[in-house]
């Protein structure tokens, strides 16, 4: 298992800095390309905003991972060590079922986009393959819930509550 969360990780790390850098170079070429020869490519902002869509869903799930969501730090610090613990589990929880409603509903529009053959304006690209950041995403960051939730269930609570003090 451990050897399958690595590689998940470090997949994800890549996919992102692959995205951006590609964005990064697809930016800078309609730049030069727009104010230098007078002509912008056509299909560079659509193919950015889809970067983005799957950096942010990509991102949120290395977040998850390591916890760096949005939370309320300053409640979980200052509560007793049990109160504490359950409101991590609360938040773990919340953010699992988070994920789950938009992995099913990222999932349902995902494929009534595909059965309706729509397609991105300008590269004529199945709109489908950009809206599956959604249900991925989704899927990913609902998986480091579970992580995080299994981790704060079978840690120490005294030794995870000092831990996250500092």
Known sequence: MQKTEIYLSRLEEILIGLLIASASVILFANVVARYVFN????WADEVVR????????????????????IGIDLLVQTAPVNIG???????????????GVLVYYGAELTVQTREFGQV???????MWMFQLAIPVGSALMAIRFVQQLF????????????EHIG
């Open 39 to 42: 002509s912008g490519i056509p």
């Open 50 to 69: 889809s970067q983005i869509v799957w950096m942010v869903f990509l991102g949120g799930s290395v977040a998850a991972r390591q916890g760096i969501h």
């Open 85 to 99: 613990r359950i409101i991590r589990l609360t938040i773990h929880a919340v953010g699992i079922l988070f994920c």
């Open 120 to 126: 991105s304006t300008a590269l004529q690209a199945p």
């Open 151 to 162: 981790s704060v269930l079978f840690s120490n609570p005294l030794e995870a509550h000092i």
